[in-house]
């Protein structure tokens, strides 16, 4: 038997027990539920094939007309196609829907052959979803953020990404139900405590008539620290941290002890919030240590 005949076989209801429920517990199987009617269908099957070939034996391909078939497809719940699974010990373990570019399909073989991690494909993700933010492109973003959790759960910056995401587009609620349910080892990653910095710093979005008001007591009243320490948390809450870091650290200069240095904990807060690489981070930490260390 050659190569290609024993690492890609046409399957069937009848013999998906024995094409590939029982071998994927030697080596992993990918079942391509395909017809031919299909045109993705059709374009998808010849690389997969190529890709599969070239993994030398370490993968198998078992190829399903769900029109003859419908069986199986039916119980995994496949309502488009072409939708691959890739089987282990018995079990669906990862899998796409749709046609992909061969490089794509090479990381997706290589994931299952142990040449190429989840956590690897999904830094790549991670890294190109970062580049998309660049050049202005929040949907390719969020896209690449989803799939990069997709592939690795626990990928914290992906978390902190679509979070922003979520912020940056008013969807507070959705940024918080994204970090609400992590696991705590990924609770101390800076861009999750970024994240959770941001919330704390808007709970509630400020009308313009509060900050206003704020700002007029603070100047009839600028040794007035409370006001001070108010008006700084609305100015955050209102997006304008640049203002609030000089008010907060008008504050540490006039009485760095006051309220139990409540205005160096939140410009800290706001520093977590606003990022390392920020320009209110680093002219406000210049600031900052000249007061402290002076």
């Known amino acids: 038997m050659s190569e290609t005949a024993a690492v890609i076989t046409n399957g069937s209801d009848a013999?998906?027990?024995?094409?590939?429920?029982?071998?994927?517990?030697?080596?992993?199987?990918?079942?391509?539920?395909?017809?031919?009617?299909?045109?993705?269908?059709?374009?998808?099957?010849?690389a997969l094939e190529r890709v599969v070939n070239s993994a030398k034996g370490k993968v198998k391909l078992v190829k399903i007309n769900i029109d003859e078939n419908p069986g199986v497809a039916g119980q995994l719940g496949v309502r488009s196609i072409p939708a691959?699974?890739?089987?282990?010990?018995?079990?669906?373990?990862?899998g796409f829907t749709g046609g992909l570019p061969e490089s794509e399909l090479e990381k997706f073989v290589a994931r299952l052959s142990g040449e190429?991690?989840?956590?690897?494909?999904?830094?790549?993700?991670?890294?190109?979803?970062?580049?998309?933010?660049?050049?202005?492109?929040?949907?390719?973003?969020?896209?690449?953020?989803?799939?990069?959790l997709q592939l690795d759960p626990e990928n914290a910056e992906a978390v902190a990404g679509l979070a922003r995401l979520?912020?940056?587009?008013?969807?507070?609620?959705?940024?918080?139900?994204?970090?609400?349910?992590?696991?705590?080892?990924?609770?101390?990653?800076?861009?999750?405590?970024?994240i959770a910095a941001m919330l704390e710093l808007r709970p509630e979005p400020q009308t313009p008539d509060a900050t206003a008001e704020l700002a007029a007591k603070v100047a009839v009243s600028?040794?007035?620290?409370?006001?001070?320490?108010?008006?700084?948390?609305a100015l955050t809450g209102a997006g304008r941290s640049a203002e609030a870091v000089d008010h907060l650290l008008y504050s540490i200069r006039k009485n760095r002890s006051h309220n139990n240095e409540a205005a160096r904990l939140f410009l800290l807060t706001v520093f977590q919030a606003e990022g390392n690489e920020s320009d209110v981070t680093i002219q406000g930490r210049r600031k900052l240590s000249s007061i402290l260390y002076a």
């Open 15 to 46: 013999s998906f027990m024995t094409d590939v429920i029982t071998p994927s517990s030697d080596v992993p199987v990918i079942v391509d539920f395909w017809a031919p009617w299909c045109g993705p269908c059709k374009q998808l099957i010849p």
């Open 84 to 94: 691959v699974y890739a089987f282990k010990d018995g079990q669906p373990v990862d």
């Open 116 to 148: 190429r991690s989840a956590s690897e494909d999904a830094a790549a993700l991670v890294a190109r979803a970062k580049d998309s933010l660049t050049a202005g492109d929040p949907g390719g973003a969020a896209q690449d953020f989803a799939g990069a």
């Open 166 to 194: 979520y912020l940056e587009s008013g969807n507070q609620d959705g940024a918080a139900e994204m970090i609400s349910n992590i696991p705590d080892t990924m609770k101390s990653h800076p861009d999750i405590m970024a």
């Open 222 to 233: 600028p040794d007035d620290l409370d006001a001070r320490l108010d008006l700084a948390k």
